[in-house]
Nanobody, 128 residues
Framework: QVQLVESGGGLVQAGDSHRLSCAAS????????MGWFRQAPGKEREFVAA????????YYADSVKGRFTISRDNGKNTVYLQMNTLRPEDTAVYYC?????????????????????WGQGTQVTVSS
């Protein structure tokens, strides 16, 4: 069982940078692939970024590629999402997710169904 707690959400200006954190409980954090998803009002939850267990591979949605960076610190049981050049369309509830499945390629990391555990979400609002 893994419990995930996101933090760092808030109100920011367009063009600003901001970092989200997700702290995981348990002693097996390094055995989980980690992902960030987001859900805007009236829209479906969508993939944002993912990172492999060893941090050797990262994956991004086209909409955030070049602006967002996912990273993890297995010693601190924490995954981060650094968000730069934020846009109003980045406004959403951001969810952290952990998965212990087998991830063969990018589509597996990008699928919400491949993650076992989810955080409660943190709101990010980007004003123009």
């Amino acid at each position: 069982q893994v419990q995930l707690v996101e933090s760092g959400g808030g109100l920011v200006q367009a063009g600003d940078s901001h970092r989200l954190s997700c702290a995981a409980s348990g002693h097996t954090f390094s055995s989980y692939a980690m992902g960030w998803f987001r859900q805007a009002p009236g829209k479906e939850r969508e993939f944002v970024a993912a990172i492999s267990r060893s941090a050797s591979s990262t994956y991004y949605a086209d909409s955030v590629k070049g602006r967002f960076t996912i990273s993890r610190d297995n010693g601190k049981n924490t995954v981060y999402l650094q968000m730069n050049t934020l846009r109003p369309e980045d406004t959403a509830v951001y969810y952290c997710a952990a998965g212990d499945r087998t991830y063969y390629s990018a589509p597996y990391y990008q699928s919400a169904g491949q993650y076992n555990y989810w955080g409660q979400g943190t709101q990010v609002t980007v004003s123009s």
